[in-house]
């Protein structure tokens, strides 16, 4: 953390995610601690939600972010993290909470009680019910910190900058985790969502090497309509 933030101004800190959807790859999500008075300075950069600008952008901007915030930290939830909570009968929505609040137990325990009294912490809320969500938030935060205002707001990313830097970090980190990914299997399995036709083709022929290497969602529907059609085309051959 930079000294700078060493102060009594107000504190804000966003948080938000990036791959929420994709079948290939992992989750991640980022919390970014800013002074509250530095806002329209990162408005003006440009910094705005990750899926407004391009990747050379992101990259740019990721930059500024990481020189001029206070404070940052990310989490990246793999497949298997992913698939063993839902496993577990642990929904996505809570698989985030758990990890929002381990981005906010991580940056908020740095804080002097003064600055935790002069912050506030917003969350890109995943769930349509934020005050049901932020409860679950809630359950994973310490004792310590639960006394700091937090909110849990839809669409946070297009309207507070903190929360716009954190969407930018989390999306250039999961960009950055998914061009490793693709050197260890060495070949280009796409962006990850099912939607992409490199994902889609990439499931079809390289499905089961993908699925040794721990990085397919095996519980998404996506990979499992997939294991039917391949189960299915497998009974007809036996049969004929």
Request: proline share 4%; hydrophobic share 35%.
């Amino acid at each position: 953390m930079k000294e700078e933030g060493k102060n009594n101004k107000e504190l804000i800190l966003g948080i938000d995610d990036a791959g929420r959807g994709p079948v290939i790859g992992p989750m991640v999500l980022a919390g970014c601690l800013i002074p509250k008075e530095i806002e329209e300075e990162f408005r003006r950069a440009g910094i705005k939600d990750s899926k407004l600008l391009t990747a050379q952008k992101r990259e740019e901007l990721v930059k500024v972010i990481k020189e001029t915030s206070i404070d940052q930290h990310h989490v990246i939830l793999t497949p298997t993290d992913i698939d063993t909570g839902m496993g577990k009968g642990v929904n996505l929505n809570e698989v985030e909470a758990m990890a929002s609040a381990a981005i906010i137990n991580h940056i908020v325990s740095k804080l002097t009680e003064s600055q935790k009294k002069d912050m506030v912490i917003v969350i890109d809320c995943p769930s349509t019910n934020p005050n049901a969500w932020l409860i679950t938030v809630m359950k994973y935060v310490k004792q310590e910190n639960k006394d700091v205002r937090i909110r849990a707001e839809h669409k946070a990313d297009f309207h507070y900058p903190s929360v716009s830097a954190a969407s930018i970090i989390a999306k250039t980190t999961r960009d950055a985790e998914i061009e490793k990914l693709k050197k260890e299997v060495g070949f280009d399995f796409g962006s990850g969502y099912p939607s992409d036709p490199f994902t889609k083709k990439a499931l079809m022929e390289h499905g089961d090497e993908l699925l040794k290497k721990r990085i397919i969602r095996e519980s998404w529907a996506t990979w499992q309509e997939i294991v039917n059609k391949k189960n299915n085309k497998n009974i007809k051959q036996t049969t004929l």
